[in-house]
């Protein structure tokens, strides 16, 4: 008897991992995607010897890409090398003082007492954090749970109120945490999701225990080896990727779908995987009444979209780490304006790369190459924005970061690549040009994105980050991984 036929819609990471793990399954296995290569938003730019990281730019939880190569006797180093950071990062504030983060505690400690903060704080807070990290971990991550109910038979109900969940996110830094600085620091731990500390649940206070527990990494020469490196696993396992095949029409027959078509042909599958996100998969590719698209807008609301800015240098700046954030002097303002009023911030905080502190092969020598990404609102068609709109933030951007020590950058720039969350939706098809999936807020989701299984078709799958559990790299490839179960245990 041949193998069912999976078909998978996209090749960014969580599509990428569902495949594999399908075909290490016995699955027969294909993807369509429609860019040029693989990896989604795990992206890169190479231009005049400067390498830039356009997606990803931080690895964590690298155990769990591990198991992507475990079940066909392969080891992920084979494949791709990586290197823990020290600082795992720098943190620069409007005054002039700089923080670095270290997992270690000596020298945290002797980071908190700079400004004041009692040490013993700080350790407090993260066993705060680990033991919420540890209940996330158990059910919602590696049982791969999508709702209430799921929550309620797996944790029962003195486990389910260990959660924090009458908290939001920053009450729970500010409960362990006195000064600002710290207080914005571990707030600022949200970026990983694109959310808001002040609206997210306070469990999301597990991720700081993601690095802080399993460390903060490197992929040597950029962290795109990581798709390259997946690339030829598929080839080895004999999975067929089509580039340059955008997906136009999901098929069905009644409750169940049939196949696709890409390019203009028409592919037959059994089962169907969508990397593309949710909502635009159902509003796009099956066509769903606007009744149904408006419920899922309601509860599925897209996470923040970014302004992704490279910049090549012809020097260098000593006092940068290899990943930096440079705050905003009024952070709570600045999650307002992004997340509620969704307006371009006045005085963003700005998360900045310079990856040739780590590894020279990005840069020409005695030169930088600088990713720059501040969070800005996803696009809104009641309050469209211009690319002039996104070019005088730009421009704020860049005299932040002069003001705040890199003095003369522009005077240094030979390379400029900028995209707005208009290119960003262009490229990867993403919800309003959302960078990681659906948002975290307390008030309308409590932190819940999609179902992995379609409530409409029963052999259609979704994964990513508009799917549980949600955004960034480890979380969508571990999502890949749940499908991948879930099919197996469904098709039984």
Same mark, same amino acid.
């Given at each position: ?5 999976v ?11 569902a495949?594999?793990?399908?075909k ?23 231009e ?6 356009l997606?990803p /730019?931080? #690895?964590t ?12 006797g ?5 494949y791709?090398?990586?290197r ?7 943190? *620069?504030?409007?005054d002039?003082?700089? #923080?670095?983060?270290?997992?270690? &505690? !000596? ?10 903060? &009692? ?5 407090r ?7 919420? %990290?540890?209940?996330?971990?158990d059910?919602?991550f590696?049982?791969g749970? +999508? ?13 389910f109120f260990?959660? !924090?969940?009458?908290?939001?996110m =920053? ?10 600085? *710290?207080r914005d620091i $571990? ?16 469990f ?14 490197y992929?040597?020469g ?7 490196g ?6 080895? #396992? ?5 580039? @340059? ?9 009644g409750?169940?779908?049939?196949g696709?078509?890409a @390019?203009?042909?028409?592919?037959a599958?059994?089962?169907?995987? /969508? ?16 009744a149904?698209?408006?419920? #899922? ?8 979209s970014?302004?992704v800015?490279?910049?090549g240098?012809?020097c260098?700046? &000593?006092q940068?780490?290899h ?6 002097g =009024?952070?709570?303002e600045?999650?307002?304006k992004? $997340? ?5 911030? !006045?005085?963003?905080?700005i998360?900045?790369?310079a990856?040739?502190?780590t ?11 600088l ?5 800005i609102p996803?696009?809104?068609? +009641? ?6 709109? %996104?070019?005088?933030?730009? +421009?704020r951007?860049?005299d932040?970061l ?12 030979? *390379?400029? =690549?900028?995209?707005?969350p208009? !290119? ?8 309003k ?6 948002v975290?807020?307390?008030?309308? @989701? ?19 980050g508009?799917v549980?559990p ?23």
């Open positions: 008897m041949s193998a069912k036929k078909i998978v819609i996209g090749a960014g990471l969580g599509g990428l991992s495949a594999i793990s399908l290490q399954s016995g699955y027969d296995v294909e993807i369509f995607e429609k860019n040029a290569q693989i990896g989604g938003k795990l992206n890169v730019l190479k005049r010897g400067y390498t830039f990281d997606g /730019s931080i #690895l939880l690298p155990h769990i890409f591990e198991r992507l190569f475990e079940p066909s392969k080891r992920m180093s084979d791709f090398s990586i823990s950071l020290r600082p795992h990062w720098r943190n *620069f504030f409007e002039g003082v700089t #923080l670095d983060l270290y997992p270690e &505690p !000596d020298k945290m400690a002797t980071e908190a007492r700079k400004v004041g903060e &009692p040490p013993e704080n700080i350790e807070f993260l066993k705060y954090s680990a033991d919420l %990290y540890d209940l996330t971990n059910g919602y590696e049982q749970l +999508d709702n209430w109910q799921g929550f309620a038979k797996h944790y029962g109900l003195f486990k260990q959660f !924090d969940l009458f908290r939001t =920053h009450q729970g830094v500010a409960s362990h945490l006195q000064t600002q600085y *710290f $571990f707030d600022f731990f949200i970026k990983y999701v694109g959310s808001s500390a002040y609206r997210a649940p306070a999301m206070n597990a991720m700081p225990t993601i690095q802080f527990r399993y460390d903060l990494w992929v040597d950029g962290l795109y080896h990581i798709a390259l997946l690339q030829r696993l598929m080839e080895e #396992l004999g999975i067929k990727v089509n580039l @340059n095949a955008e997906v136009s029409d999901v098929r069905r027959e409750k169940r779908v049939t696709l078509v @390019n203009g042909t028409f592919h599958a059994d089962i169907i995987v /969508s990397n593309m996100e949710v909502i635009p998969a159902y509003e796009k590719l099956l066509n769903e009444d606007k149904f698209i408006a419920s #899922l807008e309601k509860k599925l609301e897209p996470t923040c970014g302004l800015i490279e910049l240098l012809d260098q700046y &000593p940068l780490a990943h930096n954030f440079f705050f905003s =009024h952070q709570k600045h999650f307002a992004v $997340f509620e009023r969704y307006e371009l911030p !006045d005085d963003p905080t998360y900045l790369v990856a040739s502190k590894d020279p092969t990005v840069a020409p020598t005695g030169c930088d190459c990713k720059i990404l501040p969070h996803h696009i809104r068609d +009641d309050h469209p924005l211009t690319r002039e709109d %996104y070019s005088k933030l730009k +421009d951007i860049i932040k002069e003001r705040m020590g890199l003095k003369h950058l522009r005077k240094h720039v030979v *390379f400029e =690549h900028f995209w707005t208009l !290119d960003i939706r262009a490229q990867y098809n993403s919800n040009g959302s960078i990681y999936g659906v975290s807020d307390r008030w309308k @989701n409590l932190a819940f994105k999609a179902p992995k299984q379609s409530t409409l078709y029963p052999n259609l799958f979704f994964v990513g508009s549980n949600g955004g960034g790299m480890p979380m969508v490839v571990l999502c890949g991984q749940n499908v991948a179960k879930k099919i197996v245990a469904w098709d039984k």
